[in-house]
């Protein structure tokens, strides 16, 4: 009767596609009027394109697996085959060597005598090639460190040029600067030199001055003679160190010839300057005339403050200065 007609199913598959099929063909195989009619047309052609299907893939797995079976079993044949064709090609090129030395025997001996040849040539070329290379790998080698060692060498001597010229430099700073300072320092000392002779010079003048207003007070008390005072009024009227010397001199002669200072004071001054009377004489021959102070000329309040006057401006302190001063007649 052909059978059951196929159920439909959620989800089409072989089974499904085969039980159409084989439905199919047994309503055609019965005469059946229903098999032109019993199955869609579209439904036939999916059974059919989906079993297609399914044999492409099974074709493609089977050809695969004798693919695989048929390099797996011609495997231990090629590989006798490759060791029977090397065996064959060994066995040749041996019966031709043994052909050529047989037939060409002085002719393949010159022959492989002249490759020899050649070859040594060329391995003789290639290895001095080699060698030159090599050397001239070597030679760039040490280039580059006898480089670096003469570069450290003149960088070394230059930072020692550097510093030699600094200390060169720098002397010849110190020496510019010293002989400036002693040129600087020789003009300050000349100008305060200069500035300090102007004081001197004006503090002697001013001494002097002092010291000859109280000598002339002194000869007048001490009736000194007019010829001894122009004599020396003339003799020393400079304003040098020796006169300031002479009148301090003559005015310690005349306190110690008025009894000013007496006891110690008095005994010291004629030891200092005991020598200066007997230099300083009159023409005529006559010494010099003092009469002794009276009471009332010691106790004038006019002298006394002048020679307290004259004694605290520093009359005594250019004493020993001149402590070996000794007098020159004109």
């Known amino acids: 009767k052909g059978g059951e007609a196929p159920k439909p199913r959620k989800g089409k598959d072989l089974e499904w596609a085969l039980h159409l099929l084989v439905y199919k063909e047994n309503l055609m195989l019965a005469g059946s009027e229903r098999s032109k009619n019993a199955i869609p047309t579209s439904s036939m052609k999916e059974a059919n394109n989906y079993v297609m299907n399914i044999r492409e893939k099974q074709c493609k797995v089977v050809k695969a697996i004798?693919?695989?079976?048929?390099?797996?079993?011609?495997?231990?044949?090629?590989?006798?085959?490759?060791?029977?064709?090397?065996?064959?090609?060994?066995?040749?090129?041996?019966?031709?060597?043994?052909?050529?030395?047989?037939?060409?025997?002085?002719?393949?001996?010159?022959?492989?005598?002249?490759?020899?040849?050649?070859?040594?040539?060329?391995?003789?070329?290639?290895?001095?090639?080699?060698?030159?290379?090599?050397?001239?790998a070597v030679l760039s080698v040490q280039r580059a460190v006898r480089g670096s060692l003469i570069r450290g060498r003149i960088k070394l001597w230059y930072r020692c040029a550097k510093v030699i010229q600094a200390a060169e430099r720098g002397r010849r700073c110190r020496l510019a600067f010293a002989l400036v300072r002693d040129?600087?320092?020789?003009?300050?000392?000349?100008?305060?030199?200069?500035?300090?002779r102007k004081v001197a010079s004006a503090n002697r003048k001013a001494r002097l001055k002092e010291y000859r207003s109280q000598i002339f007070e002194l000869w007048r008390r001490a009736n000194t003679p007019l010829a001894y005072r122009s004599k020396f009024w003339l003799l020393f009227d400079g304003s040098g160190f020796l006169h300031i010397a002479v009148h301090e001199d003559e005015l310690l002669k005349l306190w110690r010839d008025l009894g000013v200072f007496k006891g110690k004071e008095g005994a010291w001054l004629h030891k200092q300057y005991s020598t200066l009377e007997s230099n300083v004489s009159e023409d005529s021959g006559?010494?010099?005339?003092?009469?002794?102070?009276?009471?009332?000329?010691?106790?004038?309040?006019?002298?006394?403050?002048?020679?307290g006057a004259g004694f605290s401006k520093g009359a005594l302190d250019a004493i020993p200065f001149y402590k070996k001063f000794k007098w020159v007649e004109s």
């Open 66 to 136: 004798e693919t695989i079976q048929k390099r797996w079993r011609a495997k231990k044949p090629r590989e006798e085959y490759v060791k029977v064709l090397a065996a064959a090609k060994h066995i040749q090129k041996f019966y031709r060597h043994q052909t050529i030395l047989r037939v060409y025997g002085d002719l393949y001996q010159e022959i492989k005598a002249k490759i020899k040849f050649l070859q040594s040539l060329v391995r003789g070329h290639m290895g001095r090639k080699q060698a030159w290379n090599r050397y001239m």
């Open 183 to 196: 040129l600087v320092i020789s003009a300050q000392a000349a100008v305060r030199g200069w500035f300090k």
């Open 286 to 307: 006559d010494g010099i005339q003092l009469r002794p102070m009276s009471d009332s000329d010691r106790t004038s309040t006019d002298f006394v403050g002048m020679l």
